[in-house]
Structures are given as C-alpha cells and as structure tokens.
C-alpha cells in the first residue's frame, strides 16, 4: 500500500481502492488471492484483486494463517446460513436474504432464497471465478429446488465483467411460486422481476407503516412495484382504501394479482410516471391521510448525488402538499450514496420550502436479513423515515 492508506485496512475496511495502491509484486491474475501489506511491510488482510475495477482489492480474512480456499467460503456460508436460520427467517414459504456481500464478509456476493429457491447475484470478479464451489456449497448446505444467476449490468461493467443470467441447478416452476410475508401471499416470478425478483429489505417497514394508519385512512402508495407497502396497509393497517402508483405496467399487473390473492378489496392499482401523477394530484388539489414513497434507486454514484437529492425533495415537496395536516409520510430511499444524514437535510429543505412541519416518529433500515458490518458502514443502504407531517 502507500504511505498513510493502511489505516482503514488494519480496521477491517473490505475495500482498497485503486488509488490506494503502491506496487503488486510477483505474476498475478484478476481474480487471485493477494496478500495486502502496509508501506513498513506489515500484513494487513487476505484478499482478491480486480485490477479492472477501481476496487482493486476485496479483503476477505485478517488473519495471516487463514486460506482463501473452499473451507474458507464454506465457512462464510455457514455463518450467513445460520444466523437467518436463528432469525426464523428460513422457511418453506418465506423470503429472505440468505447471504448478504460485506455485510456476511462474502463482499460481492448477494443469495437470495424464495421458498426452497436461491438466487445468486453476483457483483465482483473474484465470486464469479468461484461461482462452482459457491454453487456447490450452497447446494450441499440448502438442498435447494433450483439456484439461478444474475448479475446487475452497472455492476458488472465496472467489474470488466458479462454474466449471462441462467439456471445453474435444479428446475424452475413455470408459473410464479407463492411467498408469505406478514400473512400476506405474494406471487414470485423468479425468471423475471427487477434484481432477484421481489424486494425483502422493506418486509418490516410495510408491517410498521401501517400500524401508523388512523381508521379510515385515504392512502397513496407510490412506487409501489408489486403492492407490498399497500397491501399491508389494506389488511394491517386502518386504510379504508389504498391507491397504488407504479410505472411498470408488468408491475402494476403483479400488484393487482397480489390484491387477488389476499381478497383484498379496498386497494388498486394504475400504471403511470409517478412524477407526473404525484404533480397531477397536487394540481387537482388531492388530500390523503397517509402517503408513502419508495422510489429506485436515484444515483449509482456520488458524481450524481445532487441530481439524486433533488429528486427526491421533488417528490417529498408534492407529498407534503398532498398530506392533510397530520398525516403520515412513510418516505424511503435505496441508494447507498446518499447517505441518511443527506437525506434528513432534505427533508429539512422540504419543511421549510412547504412551510409544514414534519416530526419524525421513526428512522428506520432494512430487515434484519440485510445486516448492516460495523467496518463497512457502506452495507447501510436503506432508509425508511416515517414522519407526521403537520
């Protein structure tokens, strides 16, 4: 490394950026296992370099007797394995984050698990170099129905990677499987969806937000992708009816077989830019009792932070015109960018802007499957803010 660029390394930090080093010594590969050392020659961690990617080396191991072998991977499986298993998380109908990249030390290497089914993303060269043996021992270790491979094209690119997604074991149902989550059925189609099919990060989120809901409550669910917030709030909460907003029309179409299943009758759905209908409504002069945002991710880098921030005062200024004094405002964001401090200032900037007064009742994450590592604070993505706004 170069001089004074080890310190967050000794401190468990997985990630050494290009800039941070100083000389790669003997023949080495992409995808190899190397031994990071400080500028005084002092071992740091065991891990594996990309010299595509500007995080040149993922670390994996600070012990200098450990080896990067297939024990080693297993071992890491076990672990991430075993604490969702404790969670009560592993079930034969449910969803969750069964391996989670930093978070589980496995950094580029997300598994996800639908009833029986695992899907794997990958976002690192040095996983896929090993995607075998991690096929291999997560077979070994789940027994699973099927375990397919994705990988997210922004990702990838900067990886100097092309992975084709494709069934690597097992069989794949033709229709969508089945999941519950809080007592709610959802529909799963595991060959299509956005990322690995079905968001589990907010599954306690929708529950808590619709415990905020007085009865009789008017509700907006924007963003909704396939009903999650809003199904919650029909059968959980006190809303008399749910309105939900998406642009995917394949989306919207899930949502209302979702609304289906459950004989949900007080919730519907409308394809439409979300953007345009939240202005649209605030023009018709609109008031619900409870609204909640969770909008894609807004930026993918920090180079687009501003563009990012202001889209989201956008959308959080005409929920505050459309909110009746006292009501809930359940407003999320997914980009790991922006960081939760960023995104209470611009909330700030919407109070005073509207002139109303937002009180927040609850700073919220994700679900305990998506741990956040206390030496890579990078892990902490999410960020679900409920707010009475007055």
């Not at 989120?205 to 009865?215: D, G, H, K, M, Q």
């Amino acid at each position: 490394m170069r001089p004074r660029k080890a310190q967050p390394f000794f401190g468990r930090h997985p990630w050494v950026r290009d800039s941070g080093i100083d000389k790669v010594y003997g023949k080495v590969e992409d995808g190899d296992v190397v031994e990071l050392i400080s500028d005084k020659d002092r071992f740091i961690a065991y891990g594996v370099i990309n010299r595509n990617s500007h995080l040149r080396v993922r670390l994996y191991s600070w012990d200098q007797a450990t080896t990067l072998d297939d024990a080693f991977w297993r071992s890491r499986l076990e672990r991430a394995i075993q604490m969702r298993r404790e969670l009560g998380m592993i079930r034969e109908d449910s969803g969750c984050r069964l391996v989670y990249s930093e978070a589980d030390g496995l950094s580029g290497l997300v598994v996800e698990y639908f009833a029986g089914h695992l899907v794997i993303q990958i976002t690192s060269l040095g996983m896929y170099k090993r995607i075998d043996s991690i096929v291999a021992i997560l077979q070994d270790l789940m027994q699973p129905k099927s375990i397919s491979l994705r990988g997210e094209a922004g990702i990838l690119k900067l990886e100097g990677l092309e992975i084709e997604a494709k069934l690597v074991s097992g069989e794949l149902p033709d229709e969508p499987i089945e999941l519950v989550e809080n007592d709610l059925r959802y529909e799963v189609a595991l060959s299509e969806g956005q990322k690995t099919g079905f968001y589990l990060d907010q599954r306690d989120n929708r529950r808590v937000a619709a415990s905020y809901l007085p009865p009789g409550a008017r509700m907006l669910d924007m963003f909704c992708y396939s009903g999650g917030f809003g199904l919650n709030a029909a059968k959980h909460g006190g809303a008399a009816h749910v309105h939900g907003v998406d642009g995917s029309g394949p989306a919207i179409s899930a949502a209302e077989r979702n609304a289906e299943r459950n004989q949900l009758t007080n919730v519907s759905f409308e394809k439409a830019d979300c953007f345009d209908y939240l202005k649209a409504r605030v023009d018709a002069g609109d008031q619900y009792d409870a609204i909640v945002l969770d909008p894609p991710k807004f930026t993918k880098s920090r180079r687009t932070i501003d563009e990012a921030l202001r889209a989201y005062f956008h959308i959080n200024r005409h929920a505050s015109q459309l909110l009746r004094p006292g009501g809930i405002l359940v407003t999320c964001s997914c980009s790991g960018n922006v960081s939760r401090d960023e995104f209470q200032m611009m909330l700030l900037g919407v109070s005073q802007k509207s002139g109303r007064d937002f009180r927040i009742l609850e700073q919220r994450g994700a679900a305990p499957d998506h741990p956040v590592s206390a030496t890579c604070l990078e892990s902490e993505y999410l960020k679900c803010f409920i707010a009475s706004v007055g």
